[in-house]
T-cell receptor
Framework: DGGITQSPKYLFRKEGQNVTLSCEQN?????MYWYRQDPGQGLRLIYY???????QKGDIAEGYSVSREKKESFPLTVTSAQKNPTAFYLCASRGSGTASEAFFGQGTRLTVV | QKEVEQNSGPLSVPEGAIASLNCTYS??????FFWYRQYSGKSPELIMS????GDKEDGRFTAQLNKASQYVSLLIRDSQPSDSATYLCAVPMFSGGYNKLIFGAGTRLAVHP
């Protein structure tokens, strides 16, 4: 089955902890994206990557970090510097052409306890 | 000015009516446009893509694009209660040689019996 897998589905973080959200795709897509969604809001871009070992900050990168060591994987770390991390996190992948469509994983819901 | 703008709604229509969802974008050179549907608590799913001026029909859905006005819309004919969801407009935009995918805030559609 081709697709994007995010894990875990639910994640709880204590104050001051770093946590890492996993995103894996087997669609052979070059581009991968991380978005944050707050209740009743749209998707805000955190980081994106067009090729392995290269990534760019989106609109709300502060308090987050990523890596892209493999084409299939684009993990997101929510650091303790992110003061309000409770949100729904969505990972997407997309082919390299401008007409390419993006596909999403099932999301990770992160809650600070 | 936001890069991709949508009316947040809610847009309420009776069952069987036509729902009209609108989106404007800021980047004049954008070439591709996507509509996603997102049910509450779920990840977005692609429903339509459009690349050329004019209309594109797929079942009960019609996407309309006017690049001169930087405007893209989605019409849903014979609206059903199952169409009740948030509809997100997405536009790939170039920034510093990189291609990022920007979403609007979404329009919440409510179809009532």
């Amino acid at each position: 089955d081709g697709g994007i897998t995010q894990s875990p589905k639910y994640l709880f973080r204590k104050e001051g902890q770093n946590v890492t959200l996993s995103c894996e795709q087997n669609l052979n897509h070059d581009a991968m994206y991380w978005y944050r969604q707050d209740p009743g809001q749209g998707l805000r871009l955190i980081y994106y990557s067009q090729i392995v070992n290269d990534f760019q900050k989106g609109d709300i990168a502060e308090g987050y970090s990523v890596s892209r060591e493999k084409k299939e994987s684009f993990p997101l770390t929510v650091t303790s510097a992110q003061k309000n991390p409770t949100a729904f996190y969505l990972c997407a992948s997309r082919g390299s052409g401008t007409a390419s469509e993006a596909f999403f994983g099932q999301g990770t819901r992160l809650t600070v306890v | 000015q936001k890069e991709v703008e949508q009316n947040s709604g809610p847009l309420s229509v009776p069952e069987g009516a036509i729902a009209s969802l609108n989106c404007t974008y800021s980047d004049r050179v954008s070439q591709s446009f996507f509509w996603y549907r997102q049910y509450s608590g779920k990840s977005p799913e692609l429903i339509m893509s459009i690349y050329s001026n004019g209309d594109k029909e797929d079942g009960r859905f019609t996407a309309q694009l006017n690049k001169a006005s930087q405007y893209v819309s989605l019409l849903i004919r014979d609206s059903q209660p199952s169409d009740s969801a948030t509809y997100l407009c997405a536009v790939p935009m170039f920034s510093g040689g990189y291609n990022k995918l920007i979403f609007g805030a979404g329009t919440r559609l409510a179809v009532h019996p």
